[in-house]
């Protein structure tokens, strides 16, 4: 029948140097068990790996052993006299202790692996850089929908996943994140924020108008609601003596703001033998003679 190890002991020796017997049923002074991690066989050479975190410590490791899956204490050995600390003696240490035991060649060992296992710091570390490196976990933060573009004061009550745009002027978990992104994880966790890149867009939830960070920080409008009536081109127009920007849609002509004409202004029309589109002012269309105003104006008509 095969041997099946499960975890591996350790003791103190209650302070003194200990002598393994074959009789021992048991350490000298047990304080602790961890999960075996590994075993290799070589011949008759089996080594047996262990991993001591950070959380186990305060003593000197004198001696160990090995358990089997019905906790029998199977293996003792001798330890050299190795200092484990725990993060209260300010140091942080994870231990990897193996035994080497010699067995037969034809010996079957497997393990059984009881309890917690534990990952290394580096191990998790590597998990958590490749994570944030896949499309899953993003090095910049991705352009999404946010619950408001005005709040300065975290909501009382928020919801796991949630966004936030911090308004001007933020208070209390928000307080000098203004501009950035607030998302709520959890209790434990709590607001997490990342600053979003120039010509970053998001949605607001509330109106589903979307916005643009400028490079000055601000998010302004870009793609308005999409209401039952499609409104996707966005233009300058003037309302009662001011410049603003509105919204019409390209398909309905009776939607589109109409302009009072100069002659430095400048249309752009499709040039058919060129292929290219091409600004003429009307003030240099008015100039042309009446061969080359017909055909800017058969360009003009074409390209509309």
Known sequence: MPLVLSQMVLGDGNGNEVTPLET????????????????T?????????????????????????????????????????????????????TITLGMILTVSA????????????????????????SLRTNITHPLRVYNLAVRSLTLAAPPSTPTPG????????????????SGQLAQWINTTIGWVF???PVAHVISDQATGLQYQRGTDGEYRVIIPANADTARRWLHDEVVSGA??????NPRNPSDLATAALIP???????NPATQVAEKFSLESLIAATLTDRLHARMYFMGGF
Not at 66 to 74: A, S
Not at 243 to 248: C, K
């Open 41 to 93: 066989q070589v011949d008759k050479v089996l080594t047996v790996d262990a991993l001591i975190d950070e959380t186990i410590g305060g003593f000197t490791i004198r001696e160990a052993g090995l358990l089997d899956e019905n906790g029998v204490l199977m293996f003792v050995a001798s330890v050299p006299n190795t200092e484990k600390r725990l993060p209260t003696e300010n140091t942080q240490q």
């Open 264 to 270: 430095s202004h400048q249309i752009t029309v499709w």
């Open 106 to 129: 034809t010996a079957q060992v497997t393990i059984n692996v009881a309890g917690t296992t534990y990952a290394t710091h580096d191990y998790v570390q590597e998990q958590i850089d």
């Open 243 to 248: 410049r603003v920007r509105g919204w019409s």
């Open 194 to 196: 990342a600053s979003p």
């Open 24 to 39: 021992q049923t048991g350490l000298v002074n047990q304080r602790a068990i961890v999960p075996i991690t590994a075993k």
């Open 162 to 177: 949630d966004v936030w745009l911090v308004a001007a002027d933020a208070t209390g978990a928000w307080a000098g994140r």
